[in-house]
C-alpha cells in the first residue's frame, strides 16, 4: 500500500537507481539481486532454510 506521503519510482536499469539510493538514502529501498527478483515483506530470517 503506497501512503499519501510515499512517491514510488520504478526504474528498469539497475545501475542508475544504485547511484540514486546511494546518494539520497531513504529510509527504505526495495531493490534486486541479478537472478533473485522476489520482493516480500517477510524477513531472511523467516524464509531461510538449513
Do not use: N, Y
Not at 510515499?6 to 547511484?19: D, I, M, N, S, Y
Not at 546511494?22 to 529501498?29: D, F
Amino acid at each position: 500500500m503506497i501512503r499519501e506521503d510515499e512517491v514510488p519510482v520504478f526504474w528498469a536499469c539497475g545501475v542508475t537507481p544504485q547511484v540514486v539510493v546511494e546518494h539520497a538514502r531513504p529510509p527504505l529501498c526495495i531493490t534486486h539481486k541479478p537472478g533473485h527478483m522476489l520482493i516480500t515483506d517477510l524477513l531472511s530470517e523467516e524464509i531461510a532454510t538449513s
